[in-house]
Antibody
């Protein structure tokens, strides 16, 4: 079955960077786009960006442009999301999620990781 | 970055039907059928319940249905059950400053 397993919780100081991993299994890794979504405590979902694991092309939400980088490692079936210049309002649960459409982007996320809590605090 | 607009809360009694609206614009909901709905229980990851406006993924109850009219999409839950109590989010492709946008979220309470 499709599984997305994310790396563990992180605590970072303001100004630092964080890199969250998302390891995929149970399907053909390079055939499905992966999205990143975050959720601040008690708040709604925010779309951050998308990566094509085959080739590594990306597109980021304007809100995160210049601060986020998404990469993929086809040898391990893992995608990464790095967020730089962290601020206290970056404290959130970060999710990776698979797009359900084979080799295309359908903007429907059918499998989600368990989430990674990133806490930014001095 | 503007989110799609949803009511903050909707409630209903067991067995009733409820409808959650999701209002966007011609840049998203109004001109594209990439509208999805997600159910999120506390402390859990979201779960896809509707995609492409009105399609249900395999394994999702047929009590969930979706539709769209103009710039507003809707999720209807019929035969409301206690397990349906959760937060619900719509999402859509958008041509604005981000490729995808979520709704503000709706808390569904089963009375």
């Amino acid at each position: 079955q499709v599984q997305l397993v994310q790396s563990g919780a992180e605590v970072k100081k303001p100004g630092a960077s964080v890199k969250v991993a998302c390891k995929a299994s149970g399907y053909s890794f390079t055939n499905y786009y992966l999205h990143w979504v975050r959720q601040a405590p008690g708040q709604g979902l925010v779309w951050m960006g998308i990566i094509n694991p085959s080739g590594g092309s990306t597109s980021y939400a304007e809100k995160f442009q210049g601060r986020v980088t998404m990469t993929s490692d086809t040898s391990t079936g893992t995608v990464y999301m790095e967020l730089r210049s962290l601020r206290s309002d970056d404290t959130a649960v970060y999710y990776c999620a698979r797009d359900r459409t084979l080799r295309l982007v359908g903007y429907a996320l059918d499998s989600w990781g368990q989430g990674t809590l990133v806490t930014v605090s001095s | 970055q503007s989110a799609l607009t949803q009511p903050a809360s909707v409630s209903g009694s067991p067995g009733q039907s409820i409808t959650i609206s999701c209002t966007g614009s011609s840049s998203d909901v109004g001109n594209y059928n990439y509208v999805s709905w997600y159910q999120q229980h506390p402390g859990k990851a979201p779960k896809l319940v509707i995609y492409d406006v009105s399609n249900r993924p395999s394994g999702v109850s047929n009590r969930f249905s979706g539709s769209k009219s103009g710039n507003t999409a809707s999720l209807t839950i019929s035969g409301l059950q206690a397990e349906d109590e959760a937060d619900y989010y719509c999402s859509s492709y958008t041509t604005t400053y981000t490729l995808a946008v979520f709704g503000t979220g709706t808390k569904v309470t089963v009375l």
